[in-house]
């Protein structure tokens, strides 16, 4: 187990072409780090330079109290688990699992004890003997990852390793794989583009987007306390529901309406920061997410707007509300016994905060910045 240590780390492909940008992070012994983000974010280019499968352009990169820069891959001591399995079609799972502790002229009854333990660990016993084309999707991912453990490296490096498997497998494999860390206590970087992975399954999230951190925090903090409007947007299923308009004062109240004065929200006097009565008549986002507007009967105080397409999950269901003013769709999560039908007009309205949360930074409105994107506090 190790440390992980990228400082001012980037990557840049012919043409200027900039896949990570000036990346700072630490990961502390035994954590489990996830990277997370869009397609081309460069979350998998920054596994691959940890990995050393990627040259870096510019920083530095250190694994435990090692500078790594020009160290090879086979020589920084860690594990990487892939997409695609990478798993030898003509080996059988025993020697998948043995094939590196070989080269690296591991004797035989360790070999042998390292295999048998991790073979318990992944309920790979009964499998050893058969070879990939014999197993199923969820079984060669175990095979993977337990050629993986074998190594007992300082580091587990995961690209996207569930990306193959099906909705249920998926499930399966991420409470193994957290179980996994529970166990080892070992140091593991984990890329995927499925925000659900990454919220129930790391210690800590790196939101990325054009090869930039955007926000480094624990699932809860990166989803009450989002720092910008793209993780605002990004974490979160379904995203958090934005609409512009302006902060308007009121005597010593404040209100956010709508351009267009279609929905006014009083914000509660202890909740209203410095910085936000600096936003007084200039244009920001009001973000909302789903599960934190209420259905009422038609009021003109809140989103006026008609049921389009709702979405049972079983204990919930999602209504996809047009706004009768803008057009634009608001998501609405709502208990599932409570009775709406497609056609139905009906009004949103934002509840000012939890029974128990009032301060500003639980309330359940969030206003972003229109220039910057950033959270205002």
Known sequence: ??????????????????????????????????????????????????AGLEEITTGTIIIGDREVNIVPPKDRDIAMVFQNYALYPHMNVYDNMAFGLKLRKFPKLEIEQRIQETAKMLDLQDLLRRKPRQLSGGQRQRV?????????????????PLSNLDAKLRVQMR????????????????????????????????VMNDGLIQQ???????????????VAGFIGMPPMNFLSGQIQSHGNELSFATEEGRVSLTIPTASISEQLSRYQNQNLTLGVRPEDLQVTATDSSGIIGQIDVIEPTGAEVLLYVADTGSQETIVCRVDSHQKCQVGD?????????????????????????????????
Do not use: W
């Open 345 to 377: 007009t009906v009004t949103l309205t934002v509840p000012l905060s939890k029974p128990d949360q009032v301060d500003a930074g639980k309330l359940r409105m969030h206003f972003f910045d229109d220039q910057t994107g950033l959270r205002i506090n």
């Open 1 to 50: 187990m190790a440390k992980v240590q990228l400082e001012g780390v980037g990557k840049v492909y012919p043409g200027d072409v900039e896949a990570v940008i000036d990346f700072n992070l630490e990961v502390e012994d035994g954590e489990f780090v996830v990277l997370v983000g869009p397609s081309g974010c460069g979350k998998s280019t920054t596994l691959r330079m940890i």
């Open 216 to 230: 480094v925090s624990d699932p809860i903090t990166l989803y009450d306390r989002p720092q910008n409007k793209f």
């Open 175 to 206: 409470f193994e794989i957290k179980r996994l860390h529970g166990q080892l206590k070992s140091t593991m970087l984990y890329v995927t583009h499925d925000q659900i992975e990454a919220m129930t399954m790391g210690d800590r999230i790196v």
């Open 144 to 160: 993977a990852v337990g050629r993986a453990i074998v190594r007992q490296p300082a580091a587990f490096l995961f690209d996207e």
